[in-house]
């Protein structure tokens, strides 16, 4: 079946540094969702992209899909302890009624 | 946004013993409901696919007879895990597509299930 791996797995920065998670399936992306879990708590929606190639950004997140829909990246510019928590790609289809296949996440923590 | 809850958030049980989790959609109608484990540190797992009014999809692995799924409206969907064994314990994670089709899934806050 597919796999959605993400690398890295964890993520140790500094504040004020960048940050960057990798999205890589064993098969072509129908749509790419990301994800942010906090700590304890539950996931919540970020984006989605939909096209090959597509690059959207949110104040300091930068989203991309790659032009073969197999990856796709999150970048966080000047990193802030808000952004602590576990980030998530999923693979969404084009069905309402149809499944995520969930990335492996990665956790990021913030040095102060 | 659109909220979904689950009820409990937390709940501790003996073996052997049945426990039914609650996921409601509060603001929205969802014609699809889906249900998640989450070990500590680690993806959400799909367990199921829970359909208002039929029978739920669940995936490869997942004992049906075990999480027993109800979807009844558009907006409850229910969770039961009988028999509960230690190996159960977990972080219980439903979400919610609203009907109108939206792609964007809301999730609820979770439940954290401890079998002793």
């Known amino acids: 079946g597919q796999q959605v791996m993400q690398i890295p797995q964890y993520q140790h920065v500094q504040e004020g540094e960048d940050f960057t998670t990798y999205c890589n399936s064993s098969?072509?992306?129908?749509?790419i969702q990301w994800y942010k879990q906090r700590p304890g708590g539950h996931p919540v929606f970020l984006i989605q992209?939909?096209?090959?190639?597509e690059v959207k950004k949110q104040k300091r997140l930068t989203f991309q899909f790659g032009e073969a829909k197999k990856n796709s990246s999150l970048h966080i510019t000047a990193t802030q302890t808000t952004d602590v928590g576990t980030y998530f790609c999923?693979?969404?289809?084009?069905?309402?009624?149809?499944?995520?296949?969930f990335g492996t996440g990665t956790r990021l923590t913030i040095i102060p | 946004g659109a909220v979904v809850s689950q009820h409990p958030s937390r709940v501790i049980c003996k073996s052997g013993t049945s426990v039914k989790i609650e996921c409601r959609s509060l603001?929205?109608?969802?014609?699809?409901m889906f249900w998640y484990r989450q070990f500590p540190k680690q993806s959400l797992m799909l367990m199921a696919t829970s359909n208002e009014g039929s029978k739920a999809t669940y995936e490869q692995g997942v004992e049906k007879d075990k999480f027993l799924i109800n979807h009844a409206s558009l907006t409850l969907s229910t969770l039961t895990v009988t028999s509960a064994h230690p190996e159960d314990s977990s972080f219980y994670i439903c979400s919610a597509r609203d009907r109108r089709g939206t792609y964007e899934q809301y999730f609820g806050p979770g439940t954290r299930l401890t079998v002793t």
């Open positions: 992209l939909v096209k090959s190639g």
């Open positions: 999923a693979d969404s289809p084009n069905f309402g009624n149809e499944k995520l296949t």
């Open positions: 098969t072509t992306l129908s749509n």
């Open positions: 603001d929205f109608q969802a014609t699809t």
